[in-house]
Structure formats: structure tokens, C-alpha cells
């Protein structure tokens, strides 16, 4: 195997640095995903499921409103410098989320941690410092490192809430940003063609808006996590009901379905790379993505059910996680993955927006069942689609 065919070990040292700021980033969604349906329910003023999934939504709104600006910023500017803002706001909107003891102190504590929108800014770092016949490994690094983040919040949240209650999670948010500002000063060099460029064009966005293939993804995106939050606004309350587990316990179940599913994903992406099905692969998880939401409606009055449910939606999952930003990395134009990253991480943001409050509201109306009907909704229109959809293979350079 010749070097070409080889991570350096720069770009490793790179990919890994950065997936734990990433998944540093990302515990500010998923370390309270677990429990704070059930702790906000006991706030003052008694707040509705609508109020409750604003409050986990609102981080995605205003990361929505961000991104784009944030990547378009780091493609002028310059990535380090847009990453350190990012990350004082996150710790100021951790701080007054901790601090509030009202659902409405807490939703604008998180409207200010969305505010700090430096996914795509990152993903657009990682591809600055990585060859492009790499990305796919690179980005899957970012990837699992995303899931083992989600994994990890779901096993240690209660844990964490039975220590430190929800609010000493929030300060430890905080306290956590604080160690990505510090690692990436020290560990990561500005790439030299990631900053004080050309001013992106009207012609340059709208190019990035219509393309078609990354419309593609960032509806994935979009889907991927509207259905992830509005789904765990209810999985822990069936947990408790159905299961009749107490929510600092919660971890026992999450932790094998979890252990479970990554053995499971293995062959799944040994055989997409090796015979190139990275497609049927794709739609293959989709689809498994919505056979979990319908197993939810079937099986939920048991706790094996749930079990099952889990299992097959942690699989499709972690894998969906994975290819989806590797995939907008080969098909963006070398130099705007600033921008064209700052689109689909703004899909994604709008998506936890739209599964927080409007899967609040539709749990209200309709109750869990209408709000897992919704998310199969989603997901059918997904998968529909991707069905069109081209794979991009990766483009290796000519010396």
C-alpha cells in the first residue's frame, strides 16, 4: 500500500483532535437530551410539552440562524478565530442556563449556546487539513466520534444528574468549552488556505443553495435530528412507565443496545467500502431508521419492545451520522466546504429546532404515538428523496 492509500499521521492526529471538540461541541445537545423532559416538567410554572421541547429546540434555531454566517466568516477570516467566538458564546449561554431556575431563563441560556454555531466550521477545518482520497475516513473519525458522544451522554447523563443535577451539567458544559478553546490554540495550526480569502459571491451561495446532491443531504441531516430529538423527548418517559426504571438507571439499558449496535455497524461498513454499495447501504438505514419509529408504535407497552426499537435505531443511526458529512465533503467545491458546511450543519440545527418544538406540540395534540407518526412522516419523505441520489467517490490527487 503506498503512501497515497495512507492517513498521514498528521492528518490522523488532526482527525482525532478535532472529532473531541466536535463531540466536546456536541454534549451541549446530548448530555441533556436524556433527562430534561423530566426534570423540566418540575420547573416553576408547571411548563407544557411545547415549552419543554422549545427549550431543547431553540439551541438548533439559533445554530441555524448562525451557521451559514460562521462558515462564510471562517472561509474569509479564518478558522481558528470563528472557533473561539463560537466557543465564548457556548460557555456564556451555558452559565445562564445554569443559573435559571424557570423554563424560560433556561430557553434563552440555550438560545445562546446555539449561538456559538462552530460545527461547520470545524467540518470545514477538518477538511482544509485532510486530502480529499481521505475525507471519508476523516470525516467517519468526526462521525463516530458524534455517536460515541451520544452514547457516552446517554450512559453517564443520569449519572450525572443524580451528582451534579441539571444544572451542574449545564456549568459543566461551560467548563468543557473551555478545554476545546485551549486544545485547539495549542494543537491545531490554521491551515494556510483557510483564511482571508475571497469574499463568498451572491453567485457562490446560490450555486450552493441549488445543487441538488447537497439538497439531498442536508434534508438527511435536517430529518436525522428533528426525529433523534422529538424521539427522546418520550423514550425516557417510556423508560419509566413501560419499563418501570428508575431515570438515574436509564443507563443500564442504553449502555448494551449502544455496545450492541456499533458490533452490528461494523460489517455494514466493511461491505459498503469493499464492494462499493455505499448507496443500497444508505437507503438501507434509512429505511431501518423508519422501521424503528413504526417498532416504537407496535412495541412500546413492553420493555423488550422498547429495547428492540432502540437497537435497530442506534444502528441506522450511528451509520446515517457517519457517511452524511463525509458525502457533502466530496461533493462541495474545494474552496467553499466553509459555506457549503455551514448550510448543512444549518440543517441540522433547523432539524433539532423543528423535532424540539414542534414534536412538543404535536406530543401535545396528538400524544407519543402522533409524534413517532410525524417522524416516520419525515423519514418516509427521506428516504423518497435519496432515491435519486449519486454517491460521491472520493478524488485522489496527481502529483
Known sequence: ??????????????????????????????????????????????????????????????????????????????????????????????????????????????????????????????????????????MAIIGGGIGLTFALSLVISPWL????????????MAALSIVAFFIIHLFIKEPANGGKKSPITKVDFLGIIKDIHLNRLNFGIFVLHATQISMFMIVPIYLIAQGGIDLNDHWYIYLPVLLVSFLLIIPVIIFSERYKKNKPSFLGAIFFLLVAQGAFIIFSSTLTGIIIALLIYFVAFNFLEASLPSFVSKVAPINKKGLALGVYNTSQSLGIFVGGSVGGLITKLYGYNGSFLFCMMLIGLWFAFSWQMKVPEAKKKVN
Open 161 to 172: 444528574n443524580a451528582l451534579i443535577g441539571v444544572d451542574g451539567i449545564f456549568l459543566l
Open 1 to 138: 500500500m503506498s503512501n497515497l492509500d495512507k492517513m498521514s499521521p498528521l492528518e490522523i492526529r488532526t482527525s482525532f483532535i478535532l472529532a473531541s471538540i466536535y463531540a466536546l461541541r456536541m454534549l451541549g445537545m446530548f448530555l441533556i437530551l436524556p433527562i430534561f423532559a423530566i426534570y423540566a416538567s418540575g420547573l416553576e410554572g408547571n411548563p407544557t410539552s411545547f415549552q419543554i421541547g422549545l427549550a431543547l429546540g431553540i439551541y438548533g434555531l439559533t445554530q441555524a440562524l448562525f451557521q451559514i454566517p460562521f462558515g462564510m466568516s471562517s472561509d474569509y477570516f479564518g478558522r481558528k478565530k470563528v472557533i473561539y467566538f463560537g466557543l465564548l458564546l457556548f460557555v456564556i449561554g451555558s452559565i445562564v442556563a445554569a443559573l435559571s431556575s424557570t423554563i424560560e431563563g433556561i430557553i434563552i441560556g440555550r438560545s445562546i449556546q446555539g449561538a456559538g454555531a462552530i460545527s461547520a466550521v470545524l467540518t470545514a477545518l477538518l477538511a482544509d487539513l485532510t486530502r480529499d482520497e481521505h475525507r471519508t475516513k476523516a
